[in-house]
């Protein structure tokens, strides 16, 4: 498969509008690296999380892919399959400064679609006023025994801030499954997709995992198709406008898959799947 048909087949799984550029905020937080910030952001994720999406925001903002990816934000990208995680981000984090202040954001989404989309991301500020630009946020009282600050902003999302810059955004039961987890209220580490979250340090500006129907469903067993695969995950990198991924499905067949595909597949000159070993749960990955 082409990139942008592989990278759309995962992201349509998860369902996953103007970038206004500011000038760099100065701040006193200690630098962190973009792996540094998905692990600190990976230990507030609920218990409920399917799917997460990791983009090194700040590395792309300021590299040669610059143009492309304040499009991708926009909405008016070259790739289709990339606009919507790249939207809802910028949708999410349209009352704060995310090019001037935003490091790692991570998009979440929870078992229920119901909640929508949930941003965590790692901000190089820790005060309201440093991070939040445009209209002002309207203060919307406190939660949980942290007495966390909450906001709402121009889209009616709520906002919390949490010290060491890490912006929670999204509807407010979700945000709040965040504070209960930072406040030891909801236990860490509970999702089923926890141990797969490595993939997510690929070291690529752009990395998802996200749990399919099998990984919740004991009843959907593998067979000769990728039906039984309990994971896919996936990685994009950017070189000014060019993209290019790939991803993997994780399921406990695939050694015969990848042999089957490879038999059936040998007369059509097209690149061969790939086996890799298993990062969880000993499940192979087609990739």
Known sequence: MKMSRA????????????VSMQVQ?????PPTTHAENI?????????????VLAVD??????????????DLLNGDGS????????????????NVDLAGVMDTALLVQTTDASDGLL????MSCDTIDEVATGPSLTPDGTYGPGAHPMYLDVNGNSLSLLTGGV??????????????????????????????????????????????PAMFDREITPDRSLRGAELVSGSVDFAGS???????????????????????????????????APIANGLGQVV
Do not use: W
Not at 25 to 29: M, V
Not at 39 to 51: A, M
Not at 57 to 70: A, D, K
């Open 57 to 70: 925001i700040n590395n792309l903002l300021s590299g040669s892919s610059v143009m492309e990816v304040t």
């Open 167 to 212: 912006l929670i955004a999204g509807k407010l039961t979700s945000v709040q499954s965040v504070l209960d987890v930072a406040d030891g209220v909801s236990s860490a580490n509970a999702s089923e997709i926890v141990p797969f979250l490595s993939a997510l340090q690929s070291g690529s500006p752009f990395c998802f995992v996200y749990g399919l």
């Open 242 to 276: 060019n993209i290019s991924g790939g991803v993997s499905f994780h399921t406990s067949n695939a050694s015969s898959f990848v042999d089957n595909y490879i038999t059936l597949d040998s007369a059509s000159g097209e690149a061969p799947l790939v086996l890799y």
């Open 79 to 94: 790739d289709p399959a990339l606009n919507e995680p790249f939207g809802a981000i910028h949708g999410l984090a349209e």
């Open 7 to 18: 990278v759309g087949l995962a992201l349509s799984c998860v369902i996953f509008s103007a």
């Open 39 to 51: 692990t600190e952001l990976s230990s507030l994720l609920p218990g409920d999380v399917r799917g």
């Open 119 to 122: 941003l965590l991301a790692k």
């Open 25 to 29: 905020a100065s701040c006193s937080l």
